[in-house]
């Protein structure tokens, strides 16, 4: 009964010691029969037990693996799927015959689709070709202030020149029609038409002095570009070199990129053809496209994203003079057909500096001003008829302004003239060939009477042949 005192006096303490909490007691047989109590008093801190770090830690990582499991099997049996669909009705046993069978079929549309990519590009070609010469005879008639002639050519036994027979709807028949109003109007002077037969002998030495261009020889190619950046550019020599540079050094401007600053000096065509230049330039400012001339022992040239004209001296590889130009187009206002921010155009002739640009008041007719080859300032203006936009280049030869029609035709013409002296302009038909298809500058160098020319990737040369005035 002692053992029932002391249990009865430790239930009673520890009673009293839980703050008047309910205490339970259980009495129960163990594994070796023996009688045990055991009393249960609730914590006044603590709602659970909390389990030990250890164990929870089991408890989160694996519920991380069953996810995982989860998410592997659900990628699993999506890849299943797949599989089955590219493997067909043999299923696995087909030896990957659905994979092979889908592989042939991509590979047949791509050889279509590469097909019609083809096909598309030759029809944008041709389109292209169409355009050009449409924008050709446009520039023609309104140059040439011709009324259109309303009926057409229906009399079946006419034909072109070459002897083909005519399709009414075809664009040989539109160019035959093109012609033949060109010559219907007799007020309208036309020059340079030349046959094969009629072509005088190449180099340009044949004639001396001034006079009116009557003949443009087959381009020369002395060097092609090998790199991107050559795409288009401006290349030229000096027609009045001051020492220490002679007549052959022949200078070049890679015109691809948003700072074009190098500027690559030759000491002959023999050099450039070979790439090993004797002078590399690194310019103070960027250049602006295309229309740099090299004149009296500076290089001119428009400075990037402005009107403003450039003088840097090549003997002293300094900037020498800056002024802008006014109210010049720039940067996209008015460049030639062809693009290329080819807005400020210089050019060099017998008589000095030219600018060929367009302004505001001119409304995108090309204005050709006369510029002091030191001060840069503007000596005297003319605005011409015909729109900068219209045509693909222009230069200058003895004063007169001449224009190309297209610098992706083949067989385009130069299509106008205006000359300073009289104020007049006229329409021309002078056979002038795009060989690489993509012209990017044209220039007259009065010293060798040689066009230089950029074209698509090429530098060009052409012989020219001046009329007597």
Known sequence: MLWKLLLAACVSTVLRGALCSTASLRRANDGGGRCLYTFTVP????????EPAAVQELRRQGALQRT??????TRLGLLEVLVSRLAGPGGAGGQGGGLEAAYSATMREKTELQRERDRLEAERQELQNRVDRLR?????LRLGQCAPIETPLQDPDQRPPDGSSLDYSSPRFQEFKSLSRLTAFSRVPLVGVHSRAQTPPRGGSDSTGCGELVWIGEPESH?????IAGKYGVWMQDPEPVPPYGPEMTWRLDAVGSAVRQLFGYEDFKQLSRGFPSKVLLLPESVESTGAVVYRGSLYYQRRKSRTLLRYDLRTESMATRRELPHAGFHGQYPYSWGGYTDIDLAVDETGLWA???TSKAKGAIVLSRLDPDSLEVLHSWETSVRKQSVANAFVICGTLYTVASYTTPNTTVNYSYSTESGHGRVLS????????????IDYNPARRQL???DNYHMVTYDVRLGTV
């Open 430 to 441: 002078i056979p002038f060939q795009n060989r690489y298809r993509y012209n990017s500058m």
């Open 136 to 140: 050709q005879e446009n520039s023609r």
């Open 452 to 454: 230089f020319s950029w």
């Open 223 to 227: 060097r092609k570009a090998d790199s």
């Open 356 to 358: 060929i640009y367009s």
């Open 43 to 50: 914590s006044p801190a603590e709602h659970s037990c909390p």
């Open 68 to 73: 995982e499991m989860e998410a592997l099997q």
